[in-house]
């Protein structure tokens, strides 16, 4: 016997990677959302010479800097300038990708070979490398860097797009549209797009996870938002000459890194298993 | 005209990460010429920095890792000891006649240059009049300002014929960038790309933003050289250099921050000088809201020195005036606002017509100076607290110093070389016909009267009252924002012995000459 399939998020649940990535997630965009509507419990760029590298308190949980602002604080607002750049760097790469993705797996012939061999030589330069030769040109900043990170992801969303369109494009309700005399565009964009969403949502969430990562490496080396905007990589490359005496100033920003990356894994793993209809299949069973 | 003298400039801020992953974007240099006859022996000494190598022309460089390392190669007429005072180094003796207005000076035998040509009055003659010469864009040829003419007199002694009594000239000579030279090399154009000099080193190989490779000079006329091998390497960060010294892959590590050097291991000997070289928040004044002075005073009245001083380098030096240290010290620091005064800040910004303040960028390089980040930081936020907007702008080491040479800056963490002597410091930046007016972003007939008269006072009264007006004329117009000295600080590994740091940023290296290793 088998029981109704569970719903999107009921199966995401269900699923323990998905679970922890929900958690983690969930974590860091509360804590963004928090600095955000400035609801941190300091000014994070508020500098006190009488609290300068104090260790975790319950008065400042992360401790404090050598500037004596509150590593929490700091924090929270590294997080949500990461989460800012992450998500536009991912809606560019995703946007720009799919649609090239579709039109080449949709189109095929000359349009798919153009657009296939640009992908073939982007692949060719690591993603973290066109970064930051990008923003070396267009100079740090946080729109900047959103742009550096997302056009080094673009190929992936199209390789990812382009693959099931390829099959997509001969099934039976896409032929039928065609005798019906449907438009390409409407083809592509109500009938393909909609089947083709559930991979690139697992791939954006793997994206957001890279793209935070490529954030604080071009942070960490001098490439991302200037002061006063906080920036994780800045403060991890700030506090590595204080590792040893003030081990609380490079912890702080690089758990936040790591449980960003591991929470934006996670939940592409859970979407990946929910969009998959095996996984679905057996998450049922 | 006189210039400053060890010309290093070396601001901050920026991306030295970058220069450690890149590939070099020129092939390495290679000597073109054969090895010495006698083979180099004795073990390699191994030198990090968080800044490269940049020029290998000793006239132009400005960047504080270029003095040290090619100051190794090259020797000066004179040179300064480890107290400051003025030595022989090619020159045995010097004296002056005619009033003060003739410099003679005799100059060593039997020294050869490393194409094995021998040192004469010729090549001090040819040396000196490239460095005035406009053309090769000496950064120090503000030093030579008062001398007329150079002239041999018979082949082991040169005469300089002064405009006016000049004791500050031999101040000058001691800069890396008045190095001696071969006559040969000089006409044939080479210098740039194959360093030649009398000094206990020479140049083996250059790979930019990497290396700088020299051997032991076997013809050195100061003895032989206990040392086989020096390679100077760039490591981005000094926690890596600091980790590297521990390890025994690099034998001599500079620092600038106190906090690595504080936590080196017990292995390790950590020396330590509090250096001439100066930071200061160089303001440009051709444009923008920093040509009013008023705002400018806002600033100074803004920041607050000691602060920047704590938290830079951990209160790790003190806080200075334009005359760092000496018996010329700027004191009080500052003409207006010793201390921090918002008050005062926000009474200057309401006379300028900016009482919300006003915006302005400063570009910072903490490739060449580590501190710069954390310097600009909390001047950032200090301006913050007057609704002044200060934007930082890190850049790479060579893209921070091409435009501080050009003044393509509106404000400027920099690290500025000095020197005992307060004209030969600031002649080159404010003296008549300064040649490095462009970057220093201000002049003025006052300064320039000031400088010369301080030059020619002839007691030490004199002296002292016409520097310290000087300093009040410097901060009352908030020219700059002097900040602080600080200590240098190096790693040393307990197989190199006799190394010592220079109180002079671009003689860092200088004790090389002499140390061993076990």
């Known amino acids: 016997m088998t029981r109704r399939r569970p719903g999107f998020l009921t199966g995401l649940w269900l699923n323990p990677a998905g679970r922890a990535g929900c958690v983690l997630v969930g974590l860091v965009v509360v804590g963004g959302l928090l600095a955000a509507v400035g609801a941190t419990p300091y000014n994070a760029q508020l500098q006190n010479p009488l609290t300068t590298l104090k260790g975790p308190s319950l008065s400042h949980p992360f401790g404090t800097d050598q500037f004596g602002r509150d590593l929490l604080s700091l924090v929270l607002e590294g997080l949500w300038v990461s989460l800012k750049i992450a998500f536009l760097a991912v809606a560019i790469a995703g946007v720009a990708g799919t649609l090239a993705g579709i039109i080449a797996g949709y189109l095929g012939r000359w349009t798919s070979a153009l657009i296939m061999r640009v992908t073939d030589m982007l692949f060719a330069i690591p993603a973290i490398l066109l970064a930051l030769a990008i923003v070396t040109a267009l100079g740090p900043g946080a729109l900047d860097s959103a742009l550096a990170i997302g056009v080094g992801y673009v190929p992936i969303f199209v390789r990812v797009v382009r693959g099931p369109v390829l099959s997509l494009r001969t099934a039976g309700y896409v032929q039928a549209g065609r005798v019906l005399g449907f438009s390409s565009t409407r083809l592509l964009f109500r009938h393909i797009l909609p089947n083709v969403a559930g ?15 490529a954030e604080a490496s071009l942070s960490f080396l001098g490439l ?31 758990v936040a890194i790591v449980v960003a990356v591991i929470g934006f894994n996670f939940l592409g793993d859970g979407l990946r298993d929910v969009f998959d209809p095996r996984s679905r299949t057996a998450l049922a069973a | 005209m006189k210039i400053a003298r060890t010309a290093a400039l070396l601001t901050v801020a920026g991306l030295a990460p970058l220069a450690a992953m890149a590939t070099p974007l020129t092939a390495g240099i290679e000597p073109a010429q054969a090895a010495p006859t006698m083979a180099a022996s004795g073990a390699t000494v191994v030198v990090a920095d968080t800044s490269s190598v940049q020029k290998l022309d000793p006239d132009v460089v400005t960047n504080f890792l270029d003095f040290q390392a ?118 044939a154009g080479t210098l740039a790309k194959q360093p030649d000099g009398t000094g206990p080193f020479e140049f083996v190989s250059w790979s930019p933003g990497n290396s700088f490779v020299m051997q032991a000079n076997p013809h050195y006329w100061g003895g032989k050289v206990k040392i086989g091998e020096v390679k100077v390497e760039t490591i981005p960060s000094e926690q890596s250099i600091a980790s590297a010294v521990e390890a025994g892959t690099v034998q001599v590590g500079l620092l600038t921050q106190p906090q690595v050097a504080d936590h080196l291991p017990k292995s390790v000997r950590v020396d330590k000088v509090l250096d001439l070289t100066y930071r200061a928040l160089m303001l440009q004044d051709r444009k923008g809201p920093l040509a009013n002075l008023d705002n400018r005073l806002a600033i100074a009245c803004a920041v607050d020195r000691q602060q920047v001083l704590e938290d830079s380098v951990f209160g790790q030096g003190q806080v200075v005036g334009p005359v760092p240290l000496g018996p010329f010290a700027s004191k009080p620091v500052s003409a207006v606002c010793p201390a921090p005064n918002l008050a005062s800040a926000k009474r200057y910004l309401k006379k300028a017509g900016d009482p919300n303040g006003f915006s302005f960028t400063a570009m910072t390089s903490t490739a060449l100076d580590p501190t710069s980040s954390a310097q600009a930081t909390v001047a950032q936020a200090n301006l913050a607290k007057v609704g002044i907007k200060m934007h930082i702008q890190n850049l790479a080491g060579d893209a921070y110093i091409q435009d501080w040479l050009k003044g393509k800056f509106q404000a400027a963490f920099a690290w500025n070389g000095a020197d005992p002597n307060p ?14 007016g462009v970057p220093a972003g201000y002049g003025s007939a006052q300064l320039e009267k000031l400088l010369l008269q301080g030059d020619t006072a002839t007691s030490a009264g004199a002296q ?19 900040l602080f000295t600080a200590y240098d600080y190096a790693a040393v590994s307990p197989t190199v012995h006799g190394f010592s740091l220079q109180p002079t940023n671009s003689t860092s290296l200088y004790s090389l000459r002499t140390a061993t290793v076990s």
């Open chain 1, 199 to 213: 991979t690139v949502a697992v791939q954006a969430s793997l994206a957001l996870a890279w793209s935070v990562l």
């Open chain 2, 70 to 187: 090619l100051g190794l190669i090259y020797d000066q007429l004179v040179q300064y000891n480890s107290k400051l005072q003025l030595v022989p180094d090619l020159a045995t003796s010097w004296s002056y006649s005619n009033g003060g207005k003739v410099l003679t000076f005799q100059l060593r035998h039997g020294v050869h240059f490393d194409d094995g040509s021998l040192f004469t009055s010729a090549d001090v003659v040819a040396s000196l009049q490239r460095a005035v010469n406009p053309k090769t864009g000496d950064a120090s040829a503000s030093f030579l300002a008062n001398v007329k003419t150079i002239v041999a007199a018979g082949p082991y002694a040169v005469k300089f014929l002064l405009s006016r009594p000049d004791t500050s000239v031999l101040n000058g000579l001691t800069s890396v960038n008045l190095s001696i030279m071969p006559t040969k090399a000089i006409a």
């Open chain 1, 224 to 254: 991302g938002p200037p002061p006063p905007t906080a920036s994780l990589g800045e403060m991890v490359s700030q506090s590595s000459s204080l590792a040893s005496q003030a081990w609380w100033t490079l912890a702080a920003p690089s």
């Open chain 2, 464 to 482: 002292r009252a016409t520097w310290a007006q000087f300093s009040r004329a410097l901060t009352s117009q908030a020219v700059w924002i002097w």
């Open chain 2, 423 to 436: 004209y030969t410091m600031y002649g080159r930046y404010f003296g008549t016909g300064a040649n490095l």
